[in-house]
Nanobody, 114 residues
Framework: QVQLQESGGGLVEPGGSLTLSCAAS????????MSWYRQGPGKERERVAT????????RYLDSVKGRFTISRDNRRSTLTLQMNSVKVEDTALYYC???????WGQGTQVTVSS
């Protein structure tokens, strides 16, 4: 069955860095556009970044442009989100998502605090 397992979340100070990973299985990962979403406390879920199936094109939420980088390794069925210069407002539960299929992981918590 389809599985999306996020990892890499944790507590980080403002200005720090964190790398999130999503290990995918149960489907042909390389065929699908993938995204990272997040949901902060008291906020609606929002799309943070998207990468197309071959990894050549990316799109970002305006507030993370220049700080976050989405990438993928189709041989290893892995999606990554490199988070740099994090801010308190980046605090959220981060989810891996398969576009057009409605498949979600369980999420990994990122907390930015001093």
């Amino acid at each position: 069955q389809v599985q999306l397992q996020e990892s890499g979340g944790g507590l980080v100070e403002p200005g720090g860095s964190l790398t999130l990973s999503c290990a995918a299985s149960g489907f042909n990962f390389g065929l699908f556009v993938m995204s990272w979403y997040r949901q902060g406390p008291g906020k609606e879920r929002e799309r943070v970044a998207t990468v197309d199936s071959d990894g050549h094109n990316q799109r970002y939420l305006d507030s993370v442009k220049g700080r976050f980088t989405i990438s993928r390794d189709n041989r290893r069925s892995t999606l990554t989100l490199q988070m740099n210069s994090v801010k308190v407002e980046d605090t959220a539960l981060y989810y891996c998502h398969v576009n057009d299929m409605g498949w979600w992981g369980q999420g990994t918590q990122v907390t930015v605090s001093s």
